[in-house]
């Protein structure tokens, strides 16, 4: 597969928020094996592990729109630099305090990953006229790699320094500081275009349509949307939290559960650039049915399936549930296409709170149940989607 419409990907702007993306998605991975150690280590049960996970999420979550709308109005320098010097100060806190202050410092941390997507997804949606799906998923892809890398090498210094190993991370973040630093301007977008045939159709439509029909065909878009959004990111939140929590409670090493959360990652991030390809080129519903047909059959194997199977179906997991991310915020872009920053904040805002809320009830089903079978009844989740997803308008 080649990236159409290239160009973007040597704009030192988009650059700079690429690597300070994947950065922030380094250290968010990277904090569900600090989180694991520390519950073990304090004692919390499932539902207070979701609790802590809530916090963390809607700080990062609720932040967003707020920043996304400041982002409209002031650009993104501030708040990529910013988000990202948050964070590094947080996690760093995080690798050499106790066990509480760690886990106060790990909430806290959210609102600079808040404050950096918003932004950031403005200046990789507006590199490109021509490919804005593509350029968002690559831009999606450099976080989704660091979600990939950020348990892997997590676990390599856990097990090697205990937590003050983890001080490695922010400290490497440092290189996309300096860089957003550097890059990052605060200057306008591109003229938001349409293609010739929508713009005839809406040219021609508009007389016709009342105020009411226009109200009824946005709520057709944004219902369906948002559920796909709610059920999602539950999917992808709760796996990448809960499957850590599960086997290490199983025994196994933080290796071992570093490279099986960094697996998911991996094919989360192919997921998205193939999804926002198929986006571009064919039909966004389409790309959002393919992801939720998938991922049904490997998210229900991957806990009871032994290795090295394991590692496969968790790939394939991350890979399906992954196709949809970029898709759904452009579409959303689309509905407000005068504020990106302010539709991405609001998009991702709702991804990080619903997937975190979703995650919180996994956890209190997985205290009566046992968290291995609250998991596989996450396949519940993509087939509640796919219904969503067919409800959506065709153009």
């Known amino acids: 597969m080649t990236i159409r419409q290239a160009s973007f990907l040597k704009d030192q702007s988009y650059q700079a928020v690429s690597l300070t993306h994947f950065f922030v998605d380094v250290l968010n991975n990277s904090r569900t094996l600090l989180v694991a150690i520390l519950a073990v280590s304090i004692g ?8 802590a996970l809530l916090l963390y999420n809607v700080g990062s979550a609720l932040s967003q729109p707020f920043f996304g709308a400041l982002t409209d109005r002031r650009g993104p320098r501030l708040f990529v630099v910013g988000g990202m010097a948050w964070m590094i100060v947080f996690y760093s806190l ?32 507006e590199s490109s006229v021509s490919a804005r799906t593509q350029a968002t998923s690559v831009f999606f892809a450099a976080g989704q790699t660091g979600l990939f890398l950020g348990p892997i090498l997590a676990g390599i210094l856990l097990e090697a320094f205990d937590r003050s190993g983890y001080l490695v991370l ?30 005839a159709l809406v040219v021609s439509t508009a007389p016709l349509l009342s105020k009411v029909e226009k109200r009824i065909r946005q709520w057709r878009m944004v219902i369906p949307l948002t559920v796909i959004i709610a059920t999602t990111s539950t999917i992808g939140i ?16 933080p290796i071992y559960v570093g490279w099986t959360a960094g697996l998911f990652m991996m094919g989360s991030a192919v997921g998205g650039i193939i999804g926002g390809t198929l986006g571009d080129r064919i039909s966004k519903r389409i790309a959002i049915l393919i992801g939720m047909v998938g991922v049904i059959v490997p998210l229900y194997l991957y806990i009871p399936t032994g ?40 998009t991702l805002g709702l991804m990080f709170f619903s997937g975190a809320v979703g995650t919180y ?35």
Do not use: C
């Open 44 to 51: 919390l049960t499932n539902a207070q592990v979701g609790i």
């Open 94 to 125: 995080a690798a050499v305090t106790g066990d509480w202050f760690a886990l106060a410092a790990i909430t806290l941390a959210g609102f600079g990953s808040g404050a950096v997507h918003p932004a950031g997804t403005k200046v990789a949606s």
């Open 170 to 199: 922010p400290a490497m973040a440092i290189s996309a500081l300096i860089a957003g630093w550097r890059y990052v301007k605060d200057k306008p977008g591109p003229p938001v275009q349409t293609d010739s045939s929508q713009a």
């Open 238 to 253: 709760a796996t990448i939290n809960f499957a850590p929590k599960l086997f290490t409670e199983m025994g196994f090493q």
């Open 307 to 346: 290795d090295p199977w394991r590692f496969a179906l968790l790939f394939l997991t991350g890979f399906f549930a992954g196709m949809p991310h970029s898709v759904l915020v452009i579409m959303a872009q689309g509905l407000l296409p005068g504020r990106r920053a302010f539709a991405s904040g609001l």
């Open 361 to 395: 009830l996994v956890g209190i089903v997985a205290d009566e149940i046992g968290l291995a079978r609250a998991l596989q009844g996450l396949v519940i989740l993509p087939i509640i989607a796919i219904t969503a997803t067919l409800l959506l308008p065709k153009q």
